[in-house]
């Protein structure tokens, strides 16, 4: 649960001098639809890198990859025999390409290769056709008994009748993750991580069974595994290499052991061998001893994740969706991560929260800006811009944690961003504009540190507290209590004390923007009559929302209309400051205590519903500026180049592919599971 997910991406944010080194006749921008831009991210320093450590990257990247179907089974029973049997309609399509039923059915094979499955990646609501169900047989039926994924005995008929309602059907399988408390989020959802006939109620008492509250080091229960029911009984099926999802895994396997024969010490060689070990037996032990040394390797410039690791895809928060990131270090920017993780202790011991909450000795937190040089998994096409791990409580409170910043990622989004028009329709007055276009993309860089460096790390539970009391709201209250703490110290003189900003009013840029994208623009990614679904928005929702309605009688923050139109005006930034103090130790001490039924408030009473007078307006007002709510990426290609020994000597990077080869490339590629 610990990733910071880009909000909607203010245009014209600041002076290119202020970037990254990048090319600046990259070209970003790959495709486009429905609610989706696709861009590419370059990797700016690759052929610094030794051969050594290209190879580390490339046979990391196989190994990211490798896992791709894991994600798309997780995501529904049916994902992967939907997704072959679409794209060999498209790859055999006979027809009239300019046809409306085509166009508007490879506009849904896009969105389901965007979603990694037949839902959307951030609502989670079942994508609906544009074509119809006529057009869908007719292509089926011209299809050949060679190319239909059929499952064992499975007859053409039969998959028919199973696919069709899945695809078509409103009703069937409408939503990934339901987190609506009030009904049996387990039941209710259409993801894979459940067998039939397995209730919420089942699967707590089950895990509740299972945890000691007396012990100090739990595993993550759950974190890799499916609960199914077997003769009417609970069972997990875990996934390993002899168990569920073992083919995928013995090839991420391979490649994890090709890269620990480039590795870079012997630190990182000793936690790709546990990895490993962890991937063979499926014991989380194991997976708690390889994340121990994973965050204490503070040395290694190529570094990655691979596994099991959040939880958003689980309505309960508990099993780990597969996902990978491969990246090295960017030398220059992460002088800021470090300075701000040098000082963790100092940050802590001045959070506004009870001093019971605090961690009297913060241990072992390191932070980075990194270059990421491959997506995959559940971070692919969609990807967060800072991560924080390991997940597990414990963990960092005895062994510290390892912060990233994908600052190549965020400087994609930025880039493709310029002059779209954002701030002329949304920002107040041209002095707000003004100060966000001088100071925004530093103070957004520096809320994404400190949100994953720092405010993931902060805080403790209460002994005898269990780290998945917060239930379906546990996402949701965990982003929003980094996001807090971020925010606080954003305001701090401290960061000027450090030389890290130069101007104490800098803060008030992403003051602006939080509470606009909290309050306003991200209904953009709402449907109407929708509530806010996904954990992230929720959070920001909840952190806006409270702060509006608290500081109304000081009116500290307000919506006021301007010609017609509505607009946040932030007339006290001092007081939202100490407002966001105070928010910040209530979640403290909901989190820290375990108080389900104080959480189950907050989120209810301001992160879910949407007024939908302002939602209609925000809609309008984006219809006109064309802008797309929602932004993921293709990888670049990585080609080994041997010698005539079958020695690699050199590895070069590519940007050629659009986003249909790619996606056909690792269709061809990376199956590695049946339907």
Same mark, same amino acid.
């Given at each position: 649960?610990?990733?910071?997910?880009?909000?909607?991406?203010?245009? &014209?944010?600041?002076?290119?001098?202020?970037?990254?080194?990048?090319?600046?006749?990259?070209?970003?921008?790959?495709?486009?639809?429905? @609610?989706?831009?696709?861009?590419?991210?370059?990797?700016?320093?690759? @052929?610094?890198?030794?051969?050594?450590?290209?190879?580390?990257?490339?046979?990391?990247?196989?190994?990211?990859?490798?896992?791709?179907?894991?994600?798309?089974?997780?995501?529904?029973?049916?994902?992967?025999?939907?997704?072959?049997?679409?794209?060999?309609?498209?790859?055999? %399509?006979?027809?009239?390409?300019?046809?409306?039923?085509?166009?508007?059915?490879?506009?849904?094979?896009?969105?389901?290769?965007?979603?990694?499955?037949?839902?959307?990646? %951030?609502?989670?609501?079942?994508?609906?056709?544009?074509?119809?169900?006529?057009?869908?047989?007719?292509?089926?039926?011209?299809?050949?008994?060679?190319?239909?994924?059929?499952?064992?005995?499975?007859?053409?008929?039969?998959?028919?009748?199973?696919?069709?309602?899945?695809?078509? @059907?409103?009703?069937?399988?409408?939503?990934?993750?339901?987190?609506?408390?009030?009904?049996?989020?387990?039941?209710?959802?259409?993801?894979?991580?459940?067998?039939?006939?397995?209730?919420?109620?089942?699967?707590?008492?089950? !895990?509740?069974?299972?945890?000691?509250?007396?012990?100090?080091?739990?595993? &993550? *229960?759950?974190?890799?595994?499916?609960?199914?029911?077997?003769?009417?009984?609970?069972?997990?099926?875990?996934?390993?290499?002899?168990?569920?999802?073992?083919?995928?895994?013995?090839?991420?396997?391979?490649?994890?052991?090709?890269?620990?024969?480039?590795?870079?010490?012997?630190?990182?060689?000793? !936690?790709?061998?546990?990895?490993?070990?962890? %991937?063979?037996?499926?014991?989380?032990?194991? *997976?708690?001893?390889?994340?121990?040394?994973?965050? $204490?390797?503070?040395?290694?410039?190529?570094?990655?994740?691979?596994?099991?690791?959040?939880?958003?895809?689980?309505?309960?928060?508990?099993?780990?969706?597969?996902?990978?990131?491969?990246?090295?270090?960017?030398?220059? &920017? &992460?002088?800021?991560?470090?300075?701000?993780? #040098?000082?963790?202790?100092?940050?802590?011991?001045?959070?506004?929260?009870?001093?019971?909450?605090?961690?009297?000795?913060?241990?072992?937190?390191?932070?980075?800006?990194?270059?990421?040089?491959?997506?995959?998994?559940?971070?692919?096409?969609?990807?967060?811009?800072?991560?924080?791990?390991?997940?597990?409580?414990?963990?960092?409170?005895?062994?510290? #944690?390892? #912060?990233?910043?994908?600052?190549?990622?965020?400087?994609? %989004?930025?880039?493709?961003?310029?002059?779209?028009?954002?701030?002329?329709?949304?920002?107040?007055?041209?002095?707000?504009?003004?100060?966000?276009?001088?100071?925004? !993309?530093?103070?957004?860089?520096?809320?994404?540190?400190?949100?994953?460096?720092?405010?993931?790390?902060?805080?403790?539970?209460?002994?005898?507290?269990?780290?998945?009391?917060?239930? $379906?709201?546990?996402?949701?209250?965990?982003?929003?209590?980094?996001?807090?703490?971020?925010?606080?110290?954003?305001?701090?003189?401290?960061?000027?004390?450090?030389?890290?900003?130069?101007?104490?009013?800098?803060?008030?840029?992403?003051?602006?923007?939080?509470?606009?994208?909290?309050?306003?623009?991200?209904?953009?990614?709402? =449907?109407?009559?929708? @509530?806010?679904? =996904?954990?992230?928005?929720?959070?920001?929702?909840?952190?806006?929302?409270?702060?509006?309605?608290?500081?109304?009688?000081?009116?500290?923050?307000?919506?006021?209309?301007?010609?017609?139109?509505?607009?946040?005006?932030?007339?006290?930034?001092?007081?939202?400051?100490?407002?966001?103090?105070?928010?910040?130790?209530?979640?403290?001490?909901?989190?820290? =205590?375990?108080?389900?039924?104080?959480?189950?408030?907050?989120?209810?009473?301001?992160?879910?519903?949407?007024?939908?007078?302002?939602?209609?307006?925000?809609?309008?007002? *984006?219809?006109?500026?064309?802008?797309?709510?929602?932004?993921?990426?293709?990888?670049?290609?990585?080609?080994?180049?041997?010698?005539?020994?079958?020695?690699?000597?050199?590895?070069?990077?590519? !940007?050629?592919?659009?986003?249909?080869?790619?996606?056909?490339?690792?269709?061809?590629? *990376?199956?590695?599971?049946?339907?």
């Amino acid at each position: 649960m610990n990733k910071i997910i880009p909000s909607l991406i203010v245009g &014209s944010m600041v002076a290119i001098q202020a970037h990254a080194v990048v090319d600046k006749n990259f070209d970003y921008h790959v495709d486009r639809f429905a @609610d989706i831009e696709v861009l590419r991210y370059e990797v700016p320093e690759f @052929d610094r890198l030794s051969l050594d450590q290209k190879k580390m990257v490339y046979y990391l990247s196989q190994a990211a990859q490798a896992g791709r179907d894991i994600i798309w089974d997780q995501n529904g029973r049916y994902n992967l025999q939907i997704r072959k049997l679409l794209e060999n309609i498209l790859t055999n %399509y006979k027809g009239d390409r300019n046809s409306a039923d085509f166009k508007a059915f490879e506009k849904y094979l896009k969105q389901v290769w965007f979603g990694n499955g037949i839902h959307h990646h %951030y609502s989670t609501d079942k994508f609906i056709p544009g074509f119809s169900q006529a057009f869908f047989e007719e292509q089926v039926a011209a299809l050949p008994d060679s190319l239909l994924p059929l499952n064992p005995g499975e007859t053409r008929e039969a998959m028919m009748a199973t696919l069709t309602p899945v695809i078509f @059907d409103p009703s069937v399988m409408a939503k990934r993750v339901n987190q609506d408390g009030t009904v049996d989020v387990v039941a209710t959802s259409a993801s894979n991580l459940y067998g039939e006939g397995v209730t919420q109620a089942e699967v707590e008492a089950y !895990y509740a069974g299972l945890k000691n509250p007396d012990d100090a080091t739990p595993i &993550s *229960f759950g974190l890799n595994s499916k609960m199914v029911k077997e003769n009417g009984k609970l069972k997990e099926e875990h996934y390993h290499l002899n168990g569920l999802y073992g083919p995928a895994i013995a090839k991420i396997i391979y490649w994890l052991d090709m890269a620990k024969g480039v590795a870079e010490n012997d630190a990182q060689r000793q !936690y790709i061998t546990k990895l490993i070990d962890y %991937y063979i037996t499926g014991d989380l032990r194991l *997976f708690d001893e390889y994340s121990i040394l994973w965050a $204490e390797d503070t040395k290694s410039d190529v570094d990655f994740v691979n596994g099991f690791i959040e939880s958003y895809g689980d309505p309960l928060g508990m099993t780990g969706s597969y996902e990978s990131y491969v990246n090295f270090k960017n030398t220059k &920017s &992460s002088d800021r991560t470090e300075t701000i993780s #040098s000082n963790a202790q100092w940050f802590e011991d001045h959070s506004p929260v009870d001093p019971r909450f605090r961690k009297p000795e913060v241990k072992g937190v390191s932070a980075k800006v990194i270059t990421a040089a491959m997506l995959a998994g559940d971070a692919f096409p969609s990807t967060a811009i800072g991560i924080n791990l390991p997940n597990s409580t414990w963990i960092r409170a005895e062994h510290g #944690s390892k #912060s990233v910043t994908l600052e190549n990622i965020t400087e994609a %989004y930025d880039m493709a961003s310029h002059g779209n028009g954002f701030n002329e329709e949304f920002v107040i007055d041209k002095a707000t504009s003004d100060h966000m276009d001088k100071y925004l !993309y530093i103070t957004d860089m520096l809320h994404t540190d400190l949100h994953e460096c720092l405010g993931h790390a902060s805080g403790r539970l209460l002994p005898g507290v269990d780290q998945d009391a917060l239930k $379906e709201h546990g996402s949701a209250l965990e982003e929003a209590r980094a996001d807090l703490f971020a925010l606080y110290y954003l305001a701090d003189p401290k960061l000027q004390e450090l030389g890290i900003l130069d101007d104490p009013t800098a803060y008030q840029a992403e003051y602006y923007k939080y509470m606009l994208n909290g309050l306003m623009t991200q209904l953009n990614r709402i =449907e109407p009559g929708k @509530d806010v679904e =996904e954990a992230h928005m929720r959070n920001r929702q909840l952190i806006a929302a409270w702060i509006l309605e608290k500081g109304k009688k000081d009116k500290v923050v307000q919506l006021v209309k301007k010609n017609g139109k509505t607009y946040v005006k932030i007339n006290d930034y001092k007081k939202m400051r100490d407002l966001i103090g105070q928010l910040l130790g209530e979640i403290q001490r909901i989190k820290s =205590e375990g108080d389900y039924a104080a959480g189950n408030e907050l989120i209810r009473k301001y992160a879910v519903k949407v007024d939908p007078k302002l939602h209609k307006e925000v809609l309008e007002r *984006f219809s006109k500026l064309d802008i797309p709510p929602y932004r993921g990426f293709i990888n670049p290609e990585y080609t080994p180049v041997y010698d005539d020994k079958g020695n690699i000597i050199d590895v070069k990077i590519g !940007y050629t592919e659009n986003y249909t080869d790619q996606m056909l490339r690792l269709a061809r590629d *990376f199956t590695t599971l049946g339907y």
